[in-house]
T-cell receptor, first 117, second 113 residues
Framework: AQSVAQPEDQVNVAEGNPLTVKCTYSVSGNPYLFWYVQYPNRGLQFLLKYITGDNLVKGSYGFEAEFNKSQTSFHLKKPSALVSDSALYFC???????????????FGTGTRLQVFP | DGGITQSPKYLFRKEGQNVTLSCEQNLNHDAMYWYRQDPGQGLRLIYYSQIVNDFQKGDIAEGYSVSREKKESFPLTVTSAQKNPTAFYLCASNRDRNTGELFFGEGSRLTVL
C-alpha cells in the first residue's frame, strides 16, 4: 500500500534561515508526490508536485522540493523562511489502481512549521 | 470564480443527531472526495466519488453516508452511528486526472455536544 511519513510534528526556524520539512514515501511503482499547506481553519492549498523529470521541483511562495529516489524522500525546502510561512504542511502520495477504479491521495500526519521573527 | 463551497463553516449538534455537510463545486471536476482531519492524525479519507451516481468507501466510512446525484454536489451525512464525529471535514475535487492533484474547499468544523 502507498504511504507517506512525516517524521517531525513541528519544525522551528528563525526568519531568514533556510527551512526543510521532511517527507518519506513508500510506493509500488513510480510515485506521484504532493505538498500542501494549511492555515488555521482553512482548507489545504496546493504548493507543488513531483510526477516525473527534474528531481528539484519548484512551487508556490518560493517553496521547492527535492525528490530522492534512493532515499525515498520528498523534502520541502525554502532558502529563506518568512514568519508568514508558519502553517501546517502536508505531504501526500497518489494511490492509483486502474483495475480497482481507485484514484485518491494519501496524506501524512502533517508538520507544523513555526517561523520566529 | 470557480471553486468549492462547503457549508456550513461551523456546526454544533447534539449527540445522536444526524447532520449533513454540503459540498458544491463549479469547476466541472468529475471526482470528489471527503476527508476528515483530526489533530495529529492528518487527513483520512471518508468517501469519494469518481463519477455521478457512483461512490466508494474510503478508510473510515463507518458512520457516514454520501450521495452523488449531480456532478456539482457531494453532500456528506454524519450519522448517529459515528462514535466520535467532532472534527474538521474537508471536501475536495480532482483538478487534474492525469496527476491526481486535488483542490480543496475551506472546510466545515463539526462539534457534537
Amino acid at each position: 500500500a502507498q504511504s507517506v511519513a512525516q517524521p517531525e510534528d513541528q519544525v522551528n526556524v528563525a526568519e531568514g534561515n533556510p527551512l526543510t520539512v521532511k517527507c518519506t514515501y513508500s510506493v509500488s511503482g513510480n510515485p506521484y508526490l504532493f505538498w500542501y499547506v494549511q492555515y488555521p481553519n482553512r482548507g489545504l492549498q496546493f504548493l507543488l508536485k513531483y510526477i516525473t523529470g527534474d528531481n528539484l521541483v519548484k512551487g508556490s511562495y518560493g517553496f521547492e522540493a527535492e525528490f530522492n529516489k534512493s532515499q525515498t524522500s520528498f523534502h520541502l525546502k525554502k532558502p529563506s523562511a518568512l514568519v508568514s510561512d508558519s502553517a501546517l504542511y502536508f505531504c501526500a502520495v497518489r494511490d492509483l489502481h486502474i483495475s480497482y477504479n481507485t484514484d485518491k491521495l494519501i496524506f501524512g500526519t502533517g508538520t507544523r512549521l513555526q517561523v520566529f521573527p | 470564480d470557480g471553486g468549492i463551497t462547503q457549508s456550513p463553516k461551523y456546526l454544533f449538534r447534539k449527540e445522536g443527531q444526524n447532520v449533513t455537510l454540503s459540498c458544491e463545486q463549479n469547476l466541472n471536476h468529475d471526482a470528489m472526495y471527503w476527508y476528515r482531519q483530526d489533530p495529529g492524525q492528518g487527513l483520512r479519507l471518508i468517501y469519494y466519488s469518481q463519477i455521478v451516481n457512483d461512490f466508494q468507501k474510503g478508510d473510515i466510512a463507518e458512520g457516514y453516508s454520501v450521495s452523488r446525484e449531480k456532478k456539482e454536489s457531494f453532500p456528506l451525512t454524519v450519522t448517529s452511528a459515528q462514535k466520535n464525529p467532532t472534527a474538521f471535514y474537508l471536501c475536495a475535487s480532482n483538478r487534474d486526472r492525469n496527476t491526481g492533484e486535488l483542490f480543496f474547499g475551506e472546510g466545515s468544523r463539526l462539534t457534537v455536544l
